[in-house]
């Protein structure tokens, strides 16, 4: 892989400018969808998916579907079940009980190679193999796209350039991934999985690591190619207020069930939050946009007249 990455001679300035010249915009993620349209079939159907780990039960019945182009956050509190329900939908575990189908069909039913071209994963912790250079690592993110005993082509080098432009990792191209800080690795993955130019994208706390810019900066370019581009986006977050004012619609798990599926406004709510949480909150419209935003309840406890 590393071999084939160097351009013959040119050392690193012409490597560089190699991923600048195939960095074209977006060029890989055309829409997919066209204006006026009948209602697409689900993307993602979960079916009454139960899933536990030994004699602990994770999931109860969970029903949930993603429609194409949809850009949706997943809530809940630890151990709520919400990355459990990520790598269901990504193949990684294999419900109990019930069914996870991907475009109509079962998602044991597709190969390896031909899941990996329509759904991307970016874990949590994700490891990255130290010694790669950053190109290198997003440059496999093509493999589910290359014949048998293939090589990288020039459409696989312009998708992996603009993958990385697409995360903010360009300039970090030829760096060691060894050498990378938290929140530069977060970004690496991303781009990794953005070059597999997938349908869906589930991304487990994409913002963890992540100072509040590259947090901003990260999300609004998940939203950017969600509306240009069609990607479907599944992200389990953990701050809720981050959720609210960026997915149009919220999921929100507790004791492995459903409770709450629909727009912030109707998820994002004082009720909900203790029931989910037990956590006694205010929620209150921003000035804004008008989208919920939650602040603690001060009592006696928590300092209320100090």
């Given at each position: 892989?590393?071999?084939?990455?160097?351009?013959?001679?040119?050392?690193?300035?012409?490597?560089?400018?190699?991923?600048?010249?195939?960095?074209?915009?977006?060029?890989?993620?055309?829409?997919?969808?066209?204006?006026?349209?009948?209602?697409?079939?689900?993307?993602?159907?979960?079916?009454?998916?139960?899933?536990?780990?030994?004699?602990?039960?994770?999931?109860?019945?969970?029903a949930l579907a993603l429609a194409p182009?949809?850009?949706?956050?997943?809530?809940?509190?630890?151990?709520?079940?919400?990355?459990?329900?990520?790598?269901?939908?990504?193949?990684?575990?294999?419900?109990?009980?019930?069914?996870?189908?991907?475009?109509?069909?079962?998602?044991?039913?597709?190969?390896?190679?031909?899941?990996?071209?329509?759904?991307?994963?970016?874990?949590?912790?994700?490891?990255?193999?130290?010694?790669?250079?950053?190109?290198?690592?997003?440059?496999?993110?093509?493999?589910?796209?290359?014949?048998?005993?293939?090589?990288?082509?020039?459409?696989?080098?312009?998708?992996?350039?603009?993958?990385?432009?697409?995360?903010?990792?360009?300039?970090?191209?030829?760096?060691?991934?060894?050498?990378?800080?938290?929140?530069?690795?977060?970004?690496?993955?991303?781009?990794?999985?953005?070059?597999?130019?997938?349908?869906?994208?589930?991304?487990?706390?994409?913002?963890?690591?992540?100072?509040?810019?590259?947090?901003?900066?990260?999300?609004?370019?998940?939203?950017?190619?969600?509306?240009?581009?069609?990607?479907?986006?599944?992200?389990?977050?953990?701050?809720?207020?981050?959720?609210?004012?960026?997915?149009?619609?919220?999921?929100?798990?507790?004791?492995?069930?459903?409770?709450?599926?629909?727009?912030?406004?109707?998820?994002?709510?004082?009720?909900?939050?203790?029931?989910?949480?037990?956590?006694?909150?205010?929620?209150?419209?921003?000035?804004?946009?008008?989208?919920?935003?939650?602040?603690p309840r001060y009592t006696t406890a928590?300092?209320?007249?100090?």
């Amino acid at each position: 892989m590393g071999r084939e990455m160097r351009a013959e001679g040119g050392g690193q300035g012409a490597e560089r400018a190699r991923w600048e010249d195939a960095a074209v915009p977006a060029a890989p993620y055309a829409p997919r969808s066209t204006p006026h349209a009948p209602p697409p079939a689900p993307l993602v159907e979960v079916a009454g998916v139960r899933f536990g780990y030994g004699e602990r039960a994770v999931l109860r019945d969970l029903a949930l579907a993603l429609a194409p182009g949809e850009f949706v956050g997943l809530l809940g509190p630890n151990g709520s079940g919400k990355s459990t329900l990520l790598r269901l939908i990504g193949g990684a575990l294999r419900p109990a009980a019930g069914e996870v189908r991907l475009a109509g069909r079962p998602v044991r039913g597709w190969s390896r190679r031909a899941f990996a071209r329509r759904v991307a994963t970016v874990a949590q912790a994700p490891v990255l193999p130290e010694g790669f250079t950053v190109a290198e690592f997003v440059l496999l993110g093509r493999t589910p796209h290359l014949p048998a005993f293939g090589s990288e082509g020039p459409a696989d080098y312009a998708a992996a350039g603009a993958a990385l432009v697409a995360a903010g990792a360009l300039d970090l191209a030829e760096r060691r991934l060894g050498e990378l800080s938290g929140g530069e690795r977060q970004r690496v993955a991303l781009a990794r999985a953005l070059a597999q130019e997938p349908e869906l994208l589930l991304l487990d706390e994409p913002t963890a690591h992540l100072d509040l810019g590259y947090q901003q900066e990260l999300l609004a370019t998940l939203r950017r190619l969600n509306r240009e581009a069609g990607l479907t986006v599944l992200a389990v977050l953990h701050d809720v207020n981050l959720a609210a004012a960026t997915c149009p619609r919220l999921a929100l798990l507790h004791g492995g069930r459903l409770v709450a599926d629909g727009p912030p406004e109707g998820v994002v709510t004082p009720g909900l939050l203790e029931l989910a949480y037990g956590y006694e909150a205010q929620v209150i419209p921003h000035p804004q946009t008008g989208h919920p935003v939650v602040l603690p309840r001060y009592t006696t406890a928590l300092g209320e007249g100090a």
